[in-house]
């Protein structure tokens, strides 16, 4: 089989890793891809969003199947164009990207069919939503309503703030359009879990539980990022409250969705919060996460390629999802400054020391290759992933892999899965 992998981040390497791991998979292509990405694939230099040249290059080197890795391609409609064409694609069409793509669309959703989630009043005016600013208790989160690279959220602890929130999201548009409609909800506290699912429109599984680390510092301090570090699986994500969320949550979803006509097939995730009252939805992504893939597919022993087929195919119903019982931890090695101004190009050293160390894994987020040398490219760099028996473990490995790679302004968090020595 010959596979396109759209997208160039953490993600789509590790993506491309699993699907290289399959014997039915000869070839790889990748657009764009990176420096990493390279090593296992040939990278094609077509756009994420040029949608007709992707599925032109698709038809001439006869893709089999083609797998998307990013949410904006996804909202914009790419699988509705790669089906008009007759190619196979893994991912939700239009109708059911919007999942992620309008929060004021899955708050409703949500609403409708009974899902848990925070109270809310979605706002198309800002006189509207300023009004009732004055009429709730504080703290209150403040989300924009489109996609904007998980930084849309603000959480306003005081009526000042919640004003300054609502003027910066409807009438600076700091987001632009994202900031055209507003959701504005209850702040509820509690771990924070990843669950990503497979989904072939009818059937929902879960592949396993991680965690993310969206604030740029230390003891979660700093800005929001697009993810400085994860781990798999969550050890708050217990047998009773997985239960739970298939039954209240992960199938409801899916059935909601099937209900509208907006079927939804691909990679569903859905982000927790495990409040006291249970678990609540504070959103859903419609593609897999970054970084948190690059823990869970490691895990993985499914061939991934049998299992986008089940869910293009609607047969995900025969598949038993299987994962190693182990851990992983993922220290993403960004470049210092990030997510506000870095400096690219800077030389990485070290990267052979990954070559063939079982159980160590580093994916390339923003690297590149320039004059044979492998330089930075972006804010987030590298993701250094290691296994262990348990999280302590795994998350020492990959501390210790952060050790074997150099390049200049290399910044990381040092508390990746800490949190799980206090439970
Ligand atoms: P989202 O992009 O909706 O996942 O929001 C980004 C981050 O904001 C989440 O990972 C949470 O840490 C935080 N957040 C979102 N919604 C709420 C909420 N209702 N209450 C408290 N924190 C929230
Ligand atoms: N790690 C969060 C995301 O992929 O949106």
């Known amino acids: 089989m010959k596979v396109l992998v759209i997208g160039g981040g953490g993600r789509e390497h590790a993506i491309c890793f699993k699907i290289a791991k399959s014997s039915r998979v000869e070839k790889i292509y990748c657009a764009p891809g990176n420096a990493g990405i390279a090593e296992i694939a040939e990278c094609v230099p077509i756009s994420t969003m040029e949608f007709e040249q992707l599925a032109e290059f698709a038809k001439e080197k006869k893709i089999d199947l083609t797998i998307v890795g990013m949410d904006e391609p996804l909202a914009a409609g790419i699988v509705d164009v790669f089906e008009q064409n007759g190619l196979r694609i893994f991912g939700p069409r239009k109708n059911a990207a919007v999942i992620e793509s309008s929060k004021a669309f899955s708050k409703d959703l949500m609403k409708k069919y009974n899902i848990p989630t925070a109270a809310y009043e979605i706002f198309h005016k800002a006189d509207e939503a300023l009004s009732y600013l004055h009429t709730i208790n504080y703290p209150v989160v403040l989300k924009a309503d489109g996609l904007a690279l998980g930084k849309g959220v603000l959480i306003c602890n005081t009526l000042e703030e919640a004003i300054d929130g609502v003027n910066t999201l409807m009438l600076k548009k700091q987001f632009g359009t994202a900031g055209n409609t507003i959701v504005i909800e209850e702040f509820i506290t509690g771990p924070e879990v990843s669950a990503l699912c497979f989904c072939d429109g009818t059937t929902i599984k879960l592949m396993t539980s991680a965690q993310d680390h969206k ?47 907006r079927s939804f097939i691909g990679v569903l995730f859905v982000g927790l919060m495990l409040t006291k009252d249970g678990p609540k939805v504070l959103e859903y992504n419609a593609r897999f996460g970054d970084p948190e893939t690059q823990v869970v597919l490691p895990r993985m022993k ?8 089940a869910c293009i195919d609607g047969r995900l119903s025969d598949i038993t999802l299987e994962f190693e019982e182990n851990a992983a931890v993922c220290v993403v090695l960004a470049s210092g400054g990030y997510p506000e101004h870095y400096e690219k190009g800077f030389p990485i050293h070290g990267l052979k020391h990954f070559k063939n160390k079982e159980g160590y894994y580093l994916f390339h987020a923003g690297t590149k290759e320039e004059n044979g040398e492998v330089v930075t490219s972006g804010g987030r760099v590298l993701g250094v992933t290691a296994l262990g028996k348990t999280l302590k473990q795994a998350r020492a490995n990959a501390y210790e892999a952060t050790d074997w790679i150099h390049f200049e302004k290399q910044y990381m968090r040092h508390d990746i899965g800490k949190a799980i020595d206090e439970i």
């Open 215 to 261: 604030r740029a510092k230390d003891n979660d301090e700093g800005l929001n990022t697009g993810g400085m570090g994860t781990f798999s699986p969550s050890p708050f994500y217990t047998k009773e409250i997985d239960e739970y969320c298939h039954t209240h949550i992960y199938q409801p979803t899916i059935d909601a969705m099937k209900k509208e006509g």
């Open 302 to 309: 499914n061939d991934i390629v049998d299992v986008f087929e």
